[in-house]
Nanobody
Framework: QVQLVESGGGLVQAGGSLRLSCAAS????????MGWYRQAPGKQRELVAA???????IYADSVKGRFTISRDNVKKTVYLQMNSLNPEDTAVYYC??????????????WGQGTQVTVSS
């Protein structure tokens, strides 16, 4: 079975940095995209950054210039380097991937979520 396991969240002061990691594993035929979403309490889940396979990365306007998404295709891992963090970045961050399993249809998969808290 396919799963995503993420790590790297924590508590950081404003202006600090964190790096999130998310590794895909299981009976995977192909990964078409990997990315990051976040959700604050009472707010909608929003796309933070995405990295389509062979395509251009995209970023939410609120994180452009501060966050960088990258992928290691050998490790089937996506990273989110977060710099110049501010309290508005506080949320649960979820890894997402569009994956075709060896058997079955292509589907979206989600990590378990990791809390990022930025204090002022």
């Amino acid at each position: 079975q396919v799963q995503l396991v993420e790590s790297g969240g924590g508590l950081v002061q404003a202006g600090g940095s964190l790096r999130l990691s998310c590794a895909a594993s299981g009976s995977i035929y192909s990964i078409y995209a990997m990315g990051w979403y976040r959700q604050a309490p009472g707010k909608q889940r929003e796309l933070v950054a995405a990295a389509p396979t062979g395509g251009s990365t995209i970023y939410a306007d609120s994180v452009k210039g501060r966050f960088t998404i990258s992928r290691d295709n050998v490790k089937k891992t996506v990273y989110l380097q977060m710099n110049s963090l501010n309290p508005e970045d506080t949320a649960v961050y979820y890894c997402n991937a569009q994956i075709r399993p060896i058997f079955g249809p292509t589907n979206d998969y989600w990590g378990q979520g990791t809390q990022v808290t930025v204090s002022s």
